[in-house]
Each structure stands twice: as C-alpha cells, then as structure tokens.
C-alpha cells in the first residue's frame, strides 16, 4: 500500500531513493508502509487496489491525477513517489532534519537588549544601535561586543522574539481606530437630483450657553435647499430633524454626503439612512471643495438671513416652522440660482462658468425625463401650481414679514444680541 498522511505538523521530507529529497506541498505528507492486502492508500479513508495500479494508461493517470487532487502534491511528487513505490513496494520518510544557521546573538545578548530599552524606554532602531556601539567602544564593556555591530532590522527581529518580549514588556494607549461609517469619496450624482451635501451652521455662544443650530441640506444637481434649526447637536434632535429634512424634498434621495464631524457620523444617522436606501459618503482629506455647495449657501442663505448675533437654543421650534413654512418653499420655488457649466480647456483645465440663473424648481424640470425622480403620487404639475401661487417678489415680502415676527418675538434673541458677544456686530435685522 502506498499511505500518504498529513505531515504537515512534522515537517519531513520523503527520501524517493535516488531522486533528490522533494518538499511536500500545502497537503502534503509522508509516503511510508504497505497494505496486507496490496494497493494504492490515501489520508485515511480512500483506497486504491492493486489490481487497478496495473490497468491501462488512462486509468493511471486519473489515479494520478486523484492523488495530486487529495494530497496536494505537484505532479512532478506524486510521479517520483509512485515510481518509488512500484521499484520498492515502500517509501519512507527521511528522519534528517535541514541545514540551519548557528544563532549569532545568545539569550544572554537578547537579555542585554532588553535592559537597555528598558532602561532607555525604548528609543528608535538607529538610536539603540548607536547607544550599544558606545557601550562598547567608548565604555570598554564586553558583553556589548556581539550587539555592538547588530543591524537595524536584526535588531527589530529581536525585538520581536519571544524572549525579549518575557524580559520587557511596553504598554501603549489605545489609539483610536478608523470610523467605518460613511464612504470616504467625492459624490457622482451623474446628472441625477437626490445627492445631498449637509452641512451644519453654529448661531453663537451667549451667557447662558450654546446658540441654536442650523442643518442646510443641499442638492448637488438642482441645488434645492431645506434648511432646519435644532437646540442642539445630539442624536435625540437630529434623528426627527433629519426626517422632516428628507420628506421635504421633492425626489428620492440616494445620497447623503456631510464632513467628518459627529453630528452626522454616527450609528444613529447611519441606521437611518440605511433603512431608507441611501448611500452615505464623507468629505476627503485635503479635498476641501468636497462640502463646497453647503459651505458656499451657508454664507449666501443662512448667514445673510439670520445674521451672525447669538439666537437662543430656545427658539429652535419658531425657527424650524419659519424655515418649513417660509424660507425654504421661497428658496426652492422663488430664488434663482447661478447653474455652473464646465468648459475643458484645450490643455484639460476645467473651468466652470455661471451664465444661466433659474430657480432649483426650473433646474428641476428642465431635467431629461424629470417625473422619473419625483416619489409616487407626486407630479410636476403639482409642483408647478405650487410655485405659481405667488409671484417671486410676493414670496420674498411675506418670508420678510414672517422672519420680522419672528425677531421681534424672540425676546431672548434680541436682549443677548444688544449686550454683545465675541461674535461679529449684528447686521441685517439684527441691527
């Protein structure tokens, strides 16, 4: 019988008489012994008869094939192997063990080693070679001698050793490891409405403490904008802030792409959004046009109409129905936008030119096919009537009569305002 067993944990080689001594693949094994009743055994269940060794040639080398499939033997092994059985009926292992280099640096110069990181607190490779040459050549100690000429990598292999390890052991603080929520790109709406870029904007610190806090939700394509005010930046304000903002637009949204900041990072927001279907992305490093679009309406919409003066956290819930009932229908069906076009330059640089103005709601349906975005039981004749209920001009007075209610009753508001903070004077309403 000819018996290949797993050897893997021996590590021996198998002696195939005059042929040279051949290493066993990832399966492989040693080849020894010999069935009473004759034949070909492989592992410890498959057997092969001796009868069926000594048919035809096909038959053989679908044997061979079979015991290079269970083994993993290369053909070359299992070829030398058989050859060896049928000329000796055995095969044997060889019990030699392989040539091995003599150790150049002893337990007692690993020992060594480890007193002086210990002592030095474990400075870096060229660091400790340098120390180890002074304490042999300026400092006459022997025992330094085999050290003194180490490598830098030998030097981090013994580093590695388990003995080193026993005789001196650092503990370090655990480093934060990387966020997984969020892909790291740059958002590709393909010409498509639903990718959204948000940003968050922080209305001042006053005596009492943090102001309220602005969520602009932009889309990349129509730049259609919602705008929302929570007290705070937690995950008990933002999760119902984040649905009223999505059920506000007028198209499925797919994608969601924000800054690195925690507001937006976390399970909650990821939860969230994976139950809707929409892919989460965040801004790159030292790509700071990835946010541009929230920056850029930050400063021309939030800033321009709320001003930069403190506003209490108070006044979140008037802001929010002033920003649901007012600004935002004003913005997306009232306020031209500038639309970029891209022009390649001849040598590849891209330039974007702002030459047409129209409303995000204009953008919207000047889109090919644009009712294919539009969520079911929604129309572009519905969003048409909305937007013609009032002219342009009309929309702006009756958002600034609203937002001079909202001013005047917020008592709070105006008394931080006149005592002044670190921020910028007031402007604009809040003068």
């Not at 007012?326 to 590849?348: D, M, T, V």
């Not at 096919?369 to 007075?397: C, F, H, M, N, V």
Request: glycine residues 8%.
């Amino acid at each position: 019988m000819l018996r290949i067993d797993d050897q893997r944990a021996r590590g021996g080689k198998v002696n195939s008489g005059t042929d040279r001594k051949v290493p066993w693949g990832h399966g492989g094994g040693s080849v020894r012994g010999q069935h009473p009743g004759g034949g070909l055994r492989l592992g410890r269940a498959v057997i092969v008869p001796a009868r069926v060794l000594a048919t035809g040639r096909a038959a053989r080398g679908l044997i061979r094939r079979y015991i290079g499939k269970m083994t993993g033997l290369s053909r070359a092994q299992v070829t030398r192997l058989i050859a060896r059985y049928v000329a000796s009926g055995q095969v044997r292992a060889d019990s030699k063990h392989r040539h091995r280099f003599p150790r150049r640096y002893t337990e007692a110069d690993i020992a060594l080693l480890a007193r002086v990181d210990e002592a030095h607190e474990t400075l870096s490779g060229p660091a400790t070679r340098r120390i180890l040459q002074r304490e042999f050549h300026e400092y006459g100690k022997a025992e330094f001698q085999p050290l003194a000429t180490i490598s830098n990598g030998h030097l981090y292999n013994l580093r590695r050793s388990s003995r080193y390890r026993q005789r001196l052991r650092s503990f370090a603080k655990t480093r934060p490891s990387q966020v997984s929520i969020g892909e790291r790109r740059k958002p590709d709406p393909q010409g498509r409405p639903g990718f959204l870029r948000v940003d968050t904007v922080h209305q001042g610190d006053g005596p009492n403490g943090k102001g309220v806090y602005h969520i602009n939700a932009v889309d990349e394509v129509t730049q259609w904008e919602i705008v929302a005010a929570v007290p705070r930046i937690s995950e008990a304000y933002l999760e119902p802030a984040l649905q009223a903002i999505l059920s506000q637009f007028p198209f499925v949204i797919h994608g969601f792409h924000s800054d690195n900041g925690s507001e937006f990072i976390n399970q909650t927001v990821a939860k969230q959004l994976n139950k809707l279907m929409i892919a989460q992305t965040k801004s790159r490093p030292r790509h700071c046009h990835d946010n541009g679009l929230a920056e850029t309406k930050n400063g021309a919409v939030i800033r321009k109409h709320m001003g930069w003066g403190f506003i209490d956290a108070s006044q979140a819930d008037r802001l929010q129905h002033f920003y649901t009932a007012h600004l935002n229908p004003y913005l997306n069906y009232h306020r031209p936008c500038a639309q970029a076009e891209i022009e390649i330059a001849s040598k590849g640089r891209k330039r974007r030119r702002y030459r047409r103005y129209q409303t995000p709601l204009e953008t919207l349906l000047a889109l090919p096919k644009a009712q294919q975005y539009l969520p079911p039981g929604l129309t572009l004749a519905t969003l048409q009537r909305i937007g013609k209920t009032l002219s342009d001009t009309e929309a702006a007075r009756r958002m600034q009569e609203a937002k001079h209610r909202l001013f005047a009753s917020s008592k709070t508001a105006l008394a931080a305002n006149a005592q002044g903070n670190k921020f910028p004077p007031a402007t604009g309403l809040w003068k």
